[in-house]
């Protein structure tokens, strides 16, 4: 059985495949230490893969201080970002040189601006030369969008923040520095800085999470947070020099499944340079010491203009009620979306924090009813008051052991006249082509009718991400 892999990193065969295509953005993130003795720049003027733009990570920064590249205010990096030809809705694959050293700071500034569906491209660009793969020379001359930006701020800690986590314990703290950084057997590589660490910090250097420009599989980097003490269940902060390869542990937290994190962006060049953050050297930890992409779907969107005249009997033998919920507990309505959801590929709402999630299913505009049958639950809809003339069937299914019952029809039909109830002008679904084989027909065959279609990138859910759900939702029990 092949070893899972990060649903953020994808295959150079993958990106060949997309170049040119509407909506597909390749970014060149390559940024490098004096020591590497490389310059992303030239690199990239030297040869880039074709199409990519490239992202100054020390010119799309905060200029007011005299950090480096900082984090910049959300406007700039939307101008900047316009200027580069990108928008939140794009996919877009970012790429460094080796693979995993400075491209996951740009992935994780995009998603924290307001940009899904941005991943990495695995082996970088040392590996697509190697491939003997298509380079372009000319510069790029995107035309200027829009990017729409939506600052995340809750996944950003500031200084007093990591001044109060270092005191209170209230969070773990990853070290993505090389290990003798980390202890003080080695200096740092800016002048004025102490060497050591915050105390309670965890040494997890970037390096050992990649491998020959691959990132490791999500066993491995399960077992290297293991063995540095880092609890998957718990809060992290993550943090290096100057805030770059701290992103290499957040992409590999996201990975596993690990939302509850946050980077400290001034790292250890704003904690070791200032003369009253407390200061601990000692040995590290010791660590345990490798084409994967999103699924393509064929969205169809339809509405009916007119409730359902069709009638079907309760299926025989069979004890049926539907219910609606009131307030439903955000662990019960996540078990009702991974049961009837996960081989559909349902996703966006599992991935969304408690307090996202409870904005929308505890909304007076929302309603939820779960069907149960013989006594256990079995399936549920969902439909939403989108406004006085418009209601959304946002999601409607059936537990696998309710399958081969003969229960679809029906349910479907009892949902449309749930929907109907308050006389919109219209019934809106959508469904797409990793749904059931036969959603869209069904759809149609109760008065739906096409009225637009598109194609759309999926993130398919992993195992491990499912787990580290259920012992979320286990926990807040």
Same mark, same amino acid.
């Given at each position: 059985m092949p070893a899972e892999k990060s649903r953020f990193v994808v295959s150079a065969d993958w990106v060949e495949k997309q170049l040119g295509a509407p909506d597909f953005r390749i970014v060149d993130a390559s940024w490098y230490l004096p020591a590497h003795k490389r310059n992303g720049a030239l690199e990239y003027a030297a040869g880039h893969i074709p199409g990519a733009v490239f992202f100054d990570q020390d010119a799309i920064a905060d200029h007011t201080t005299n950090l480096p590249h900082s984090l910049p205010a959300p406007e700039f990096f939307a101008a900047e970002m316009g200027k580069l030809g990108l928008r939140t809705t794009d996919t877009i694959v970012v790429y460094d040189g080796p693979g995993f050293f400075s491209a996951p700071r740009i992935w994780w500034m995009l998603r924290v601006m307001g940009a899904q569906s941005v991943y990495i491209l695995e082996g970088g660009l040392d590996g697509w030369k190697k491939d003997d793969r298509p380079l372009q020379t000319d510069l790029p001359e995107p035309a200027t969008t829009i990017f729409d930006v939506a600052f995340d701020r809750s996944r950003v800690t500031s200084f007093s923040d990591m001044m109060e986590i270092v005191e209170a314990g209230t969070r773990?703290?990853? *070290?993505?520095?090389?290990?003798?950084?980390?202890?003080?057997?080695?200096?740092?590589?800016?002048?004025?800085?102490?060497?050591?660490?915050?105390?309670?910090?965890?040494?997890?250097?970037?390096?050992? /999470?990649?491998?020959?420009?691959?990132?490791?599989?999500? !066993?491995?980097?399960? &077992?290297?947070?293991?063995? !540095?003490?880092?609890?998957?269940?718990?809060?992290? $902060? %993550?943090?290096?020099?100057?805030?770059?390869?701290? =992103?290499?542990?957040? /992409? !590999?937290?996201?990975?596993?499944?690990?939302?509850?994190?946050?980077?400290? *962006?001034?790292?250890?060049?704003?904690?070791g340079s200032r003369a009253e953050t407390p200061v601990v050297t000692g040995a590290a930890e010791e660590l345990v010491h490798a084409p994967h992409g999103p699924l393509h779907a064929h969205v169809t969107q339809l509405e009916m203009t007119a409730a359902p005249? =069709? &009638?079907?009997?309760?299926? $025989?033998?069979?004890?049926?009620?539907?219910?609606?919920?009131?307030?439903?507990?955000?662990?019960?309505?996540?078990?009702? #979306?991974?049961?009837?959801?996960?081989?559909?590929?349902?996703?966006?709402?599992?991935?969304?924090?408690?307090a996202e999630l409870k904005a929308i299913v505890h909304s007076p505009k929302v309603s939820i009813s779960v069907l149960y049958v013989n006594g256990a639950p079995a399936g549920f809809y969902e439909f939403s008051q989108v406004s006085e003339e418009v209601v959304e069937l946002s999601y409607f299914?059936?537990?696998? #052991? =309710?399958?081969?019952?003969? /229960?679809?029809?029906?349910?479907?039909?009892?949902?449309?006249?749930?929907?109907?109830?308050?006389?919109?002008?219209?019934?809106?679904?959508?469904?797409? %082509? /990793? *749904?059931?084989?036969?959603?869209?027909?069904?759809?149609?065959?109760?008065?739906? &009718?096409?009225?637009?279609?598109?194609? =759309?990138?999926?993130?398919?859910?992993?195992?491990?991400?499912?787990l580290q759900m259920m012992r979320r939702d286990r926990a807040s029990l």
């Open positions: 773990q703290i990853a *070290d993505a520095r090389p290990a003798g950084r980390f202890t003080g057997d080695e200096p740092e590589p800016r002048e004025g800085m102490r060497s050591g660490h915050m105390p309670g910090a965890r040494s997890v250097p970037a390096s050992i /999470l990649s491998e020959n420009g691959q990132l490791k599989d999500l !066993a491995a980097l399960r &077992s290297i947070f293991n063995a !540095a003490d880092i609890d998957l269940s718990k809060p992290v $902060v %993550t943090s290096c020099g100057s805030g770059v390869t701290a =992103a290499v542990i957040t /992409l !590999a937290l996201e990975s596993l499944g690990h939302h509850d994190n946050t980077l400290y *962006d001034g790292s250890w060049s704003e904690w005249k =069709a &009638s079907l009997p309760v299926p $025989v033998n069979i004890q049926t009620a539907i219910m609606r919920t009131i307030d439903i507990p955000l662990p019960f309505y996540r078990f009702l #979306h991974r049961q009837v959801g996960a081989r559909w590929h349902w996703y966006q709402r599992l991935r969304m924090s408690d299914g059936l537990f696998e #052991h =309710a399958l081969g019952m003969g /229960l679809g029809k029906w349910f479907l039909l009892q949902a449309l006249y749930a929907a109907w109830q308050n006389n919109p002008q219209k019934v809106t679904v959508t469904t797409n %082509t /990793l *749904d059931h084989p036969r959603a869209l027909q069904l759809y149609q065959r109760f008065g739906f &009718s096409p009225v637009n279609t598109y194609d =759309a990138l999926v993130e398919p859910v992993s195992e491990a991400e499912l």
